[in-house]
C-alpha cells in the first residue's frame, strides 16, 4: 500500500516524496481513506506510530481542495491543540513539510514566550493553528483568534492533556468550536476520564488502534540492568562510552533528578543538556536543536517535556528512573523504534523499582531480558534493607523529637517535578 493508493493528492505526495516517505504506517493507512472521507475519528496510539501524518495529511488535502479565499483575513479553518510546546512545533513543522507545494498558510502559538511574532504571523491569516490550551484562550479572549470558521479540529495527546489539568480549558475552548465539523481525537490509553472527554467531542466516530506492544516493542531491542540507586549514574557512564552511541536519550523522573544526571556526566566530560518543564522555552529549543544536529551526544529529559520530540535515527533510550505508570515505559521507548525503525532501549532497576517493573512487563505482554553482565549488579537485598532501617532507628537517642514551629507543611511532599494530579501545565 502507498500513499498514493490511499488517495493522497499530488501535491502533498510530492512533498512526501521529497521526505522520504512512500508506504504509510499502519496508522495512517487505516486513518486517511477514513479522514479523507471527513469521518470523525477516535485513535488510540503513541507518539511514534505516524499519527502526526495521519491527521495532517487529510486535513491539508481538504483544505487545498477547498481553497478559494486567500486574503488577509480569511478565518482560520483547523486547529490542533496538544499539551506541550514541543510537540505543538514539531506538529508545527511537519504541516510544512507535507504541505509545501499546497500554498496553505500555518502558524504555532503556545505560552511562555512574548505573544508578538505570535499574534503577528495570526494577523497575516492562516489556514491551519496549531495550539497549546494556555496561550489560546489567552489570545482569544485578546480578540485576536476567533474559532467561528474552524471545520477540522483535532485534540492531540489527550491523555497527557489531563494528566496536566487542561481539562477546564479544553471545554472552554470545545463551547466556542462551531458544532458541524470533523472532529479527531487522539490518546496513547483510554482510561474511563479520556473516554468520556471524547463522548464529548466525537459524533458516532471511526475507531483506529494501534496498540503499544504492536507499536514498539516487538521492534525496540530492550534490556534492564538491576542497579542500586547510587550507582545509576555510574553505569549511564559505563554504557555511553560502551555503545558509542551517537545520540542518547535519557529518562528521568523529576526535573531536578534530569539536572542531577547531566552535572554528574559532565564531570566525566559527556556533553548532556536537560529539557523539562522549568526551563525556558529558548533554552528547551536550543537544547533540542543541539541534539538533533549532534553538538549534544545526550539529552536528559522528564516525560512531559519528551512528548515532542521527533527525531530520526535515535540510536539509544535509557529509562535513569523506571515510570511508574507503565504505559509511560510504552511512551519513552518508542522514542528509538519509530516507524519502520528498529532501536535499543535500556532501563536502570534499583529494588525500589522492581514493582513498577513487573507492571511493565505485564502491559507488553513479555519478559524484558535482564542484563547481568555489568560492573555495578545489584540484587535489590541492600536496599531492602535500607529500607527497613530508618523506621527503627528514627527517633534513636536521648533527645525528644523536637516540637518547634518549623513543622514540615502537606506542600512539602508533593512531586519535586510538578507532576502532581493536580494542575501542573507546560505552556
Known amino acids: 500500500m502507498t500513499f498514493k493508493e490511499l488517495g493522497v493528492i499530488e501535491p502533498i505526495l510530492k512533498a512526501l516524496d521529497a521526505e522520504g516517505y512512500t508506504h504509510p504506517t499502519p496508522i495512517q493507512e487505516q486513518s486517511i481513506p477514513k479522514l479523507l472521507q471527513k469521518r470523525d475519528l477516535l485513535g488510540c496510539a503513541q507518539t511514534g506510530t505516524g499519527k502526526t501524518a ?28 496538544t499539551p506541550t510546546r514541543e510537540l505543538a512545533l514539531q506538529i508545527g ?22 505573544q508578538g511574532k505570535q499574534t503577528a504571523a495570526l494577523s497575516q491569516g492562516i ?17 485576536f483568534i476567533s474559532l467561528n470558521g474552524i471545520e477540522y479540529f483535532v485534540l492531540d495527546e489527550a491523555d497527557q492533556m489531563l494528566d496536566m489539568g487542561f481539562i477546564h480549558d479544553i471545554k472552554k475552548i470545545l463551547a466556542k468550536l462551531p458544532s458541524k465539523r470533523q472532529s479527531l481525537f487522539f490518546s496513547a490509553t ?12 466525537l459524533g458516532n466516530p471511526e475507531k483506529v488502534t494501534v496498540k503499544p506492544e504492536q507499536a514498539t516493542a516487538e ?42 544526571i547531566v552535572k554528574l556526566l559532565a564531570a566525566d566530560d559527556i556533553t548532556a543538556e536537560a529539557i523539562h518543564g522549568n ?57 528509538t523504534g519509530r516507524a519502520k525503525a528498529s532501536g535499543v532501549a535500556i532501563s536502570f532497576c534499583d529494588g525500589e523499582e522492581r514493582a513498577y517493573l513487573r507492571d511493565i ?54 512531586n519535586r517535578d510538578g507532576n502532581q494530579p493536580r494542575r501542573r501545565r507546560e505552556d
Open 54 to 81: 495521519a491527521f495532517t495529511i487529510p486535513i491539508l488535502q481538504h483544505l487545498y481542495q477547498a481553497k478559494g479565499n486567500t486574503n488577509r483575513t480569511r478565518p482560520i479553518k483547523a486547529l490542533i491543540i
Open 127 to 143: 489556514d491551519i493553528l496549531v495550539a497549546t490550551p494556555g496561550r489560546l484562550l489567552d489570545l482569544m479572549n485578546q480578540g
Open 361 to 414: 512487563q505485564k502491559l507488553i505482554k513479555q519478559t524484558v531480558p535482564v542484563v547481568a553482565d555489568h560492573p555495578y549488579p545489584d540484587d535489590g537485598k541492600v536496599i531492602e534493607k535500607e529500607e527497613k532501617r530508618p523506621p527503627q532507628n528514627r527517633n534513636r537517642g536521648p533527645k525528644k523529637p523536637f516540637r518547634g514551629g518549623n513543622k514540615p507543611s502537606k506542600q512539602h511532599s508533593s
Open 279 to 335: 526551563k525556558s522555552q529558548t533554552a528547551r529549543v536550543k537544547a533540542l536543536t543541539n541534539f538533533k544536529e549532534g553538538t549534544t551526544k545526550v539529552l536528559v529529559a522528564t516525560d512531559i517535556a519528551a512528548r515532542g520530540i521527533d527525531i530520526d535515527e535515535l540510536e539509544l533510550v535509557v529509562n535513569y528512573d523506571l515510570p511508574n505508570v507503565p504505559e509511560t515505559y510504552v511512551h519513552r521507548i518508542g522514542r
Open 93 to 114: 513543522e511537519s504541516i510544512e513539510s507535507y504541505g509545501k507545494h499546497t500554498g496553505l498558510k500555518s502558524t504555532v502559538i503556545f505560552g511562555g514566550v512574548k
Open 190 to 201: 483510554m482510561a474511563p476520564a479520556i473516554v468520556e472527554l471524547s463522548n464529548k467531542i
Open 219 to 260: 521492534k525496540v531491542e530492550q534490556g534492564v540492568y538491576f542497579v542500586s540507586k547510587g550507582n545509576k549514574v555510574k553505569l549511564l557512564v559505563h554504557l555511553i562510552n560502551q555503545k558509542a552511541a551517537k545520540s542518547v536519550l535519557v529518562f528521568s523522573r523529576t526535573k531536578h533528578g534530569a539536572n542531577k
